[in-house]
């Protein structure tokens, strides 16, 4: 059985979809907070906390898990500068007992969910994972951590880790079942979807004076099916004897906030009012990533790469979602 910490959320409920289309047999670790019951809709959900160590001792004896997926983290980077406590204890703490479960019940395989914010305000792009990681806010910070903790864990106690570091997730499910629901969003793409279906006033544009083509921030949008596909790959990478690793998950290809609000208003036929505002601080011009690693190690590359299947599929959800 294979472990989905966080398997609520929104990218945790995409590898589930996956896991279980692949023939694997899931348990789905979900406090629920940010997660979405709803979001369940394969295998088995056990409602609970990383917190509670005597929970999870329950889960690892109750269920014969050989691998673990880990995407139970607090995300959202303003509320980190605000409230970097709740962050070092949920995202570095809760992952201490997550894998301090693992050693004492001999699981020796972890998929972990970091990201590009690692690397801070990255000096050249595309970024590659030699890059410095020089992380600007207590999220990043967060994550960082969890990664030399694996590589620690690794050393002593011979837990296999792949950390995959991804860029702006995007999209939801091709055949609509799931996909992005966040409280409170923070997100480009659904925000500008909510702006196109009437639901917001507006779409602010933090900035357009950037030195980029069009003077908007570029970001590196990767589908989220996309992304779940790279975690099983990851997984059986690790399985048949792969060392431990990070790698970068990316579409290699950059659109501007203007140019998703332009494919936006196609796919959807509506008109998108904006609001051009000041940047935000903190804001790089671009963030764009190399994945030729993860090409390299898993065979991956994305399928869903195209702006407009991203936003085509994340509009479906959008008009019929039911979380």
């Known amino acids: 059985m294979i472990l989905v910490v966080g398997g609520a959320g929104y990218i945790g409920s995409h590898i589930n979809k996956l896991l279980n289309k692949s023939g694997y047999e899931t348990l789905v670790f979900d406090n629920l907070v940010y997660g979405h019951k709803e979001a369940v809709k394969w ?99 967060s994550k960082l951590m969890i990664e030399k903790i694996l590589a620690d864990y690794n050393k002593a106690y011979g837990i296999n880790y792949c950390c995959l570091r991804y860029f702006n997730a995007a999209g939801a499910d091709p055949e609509g079942e799931i996909g992005e629901s966040h409280m409170p969003e923070t997100h480009l793409i659904p925000l500008v979807l909510a702006a196109a279906a009437g639901d917001r006033e507006n779409i602010k544009v933090f900035g357009s004076d950037y030195p980029t083509r069009d003077g908007s921030c570029i970001r590196d949008y990767i589908h989220v099916t996309d992304l779940a596909d790279a975690h099983l790959r990851a997984m059986d990478y690790l399985k048949k004897g792969g060392e431990s690793t990070f790698m970068n998950l990316g579409n290699c290809l950059g659109n501007s906030v203007f140019e998703v609000i332009e494919t936006a208003k196609k796919v ?34 994305p399928k869903y790469g195209d702006i407009n299947l991203i936003l085509e599929h994340a509009w479906k959800w959008y008009c019929n979602k039911e979380y």
């Open 268 to 301: 959807t036929g509506k008109n998108i009012p904006v609001e051009l505002t000041q940047r935000r601080p903190g804001d790089p011009p671009m963030l764009v990533g190399s994945a030729q690693k993860a090409e390299k190690l898993l065979g991956w590359k």
């Open 43 to 141: 295998g088995t959900l056990e409602i609970g906390d990383l917190a509670d160590t005597k929970k999870l001792d329950e889960i690892f004896e109750k269920y014969e898990i050989e691998a673990v997926f880990h995407f139970a983290a607090y995300a959202y980077v303003g509320e980190s500068v605000e409230n970097p406590s709740k962050y070092y204890n949920n995202n570095v703490a809760n992952t201490l007992h997550l894998l301090d479960a693992m050693v004492k019940h001999n699981v020796k395989y972890i998929v972990f969910s970091s990201t590009c914010a690692t690397y801070g305000v990255p000096e050249s792009m595309p970024i590659t994972e030699d890059a410095e990681q020089k992380p600007i806010n207590p999220y990043g910070q």
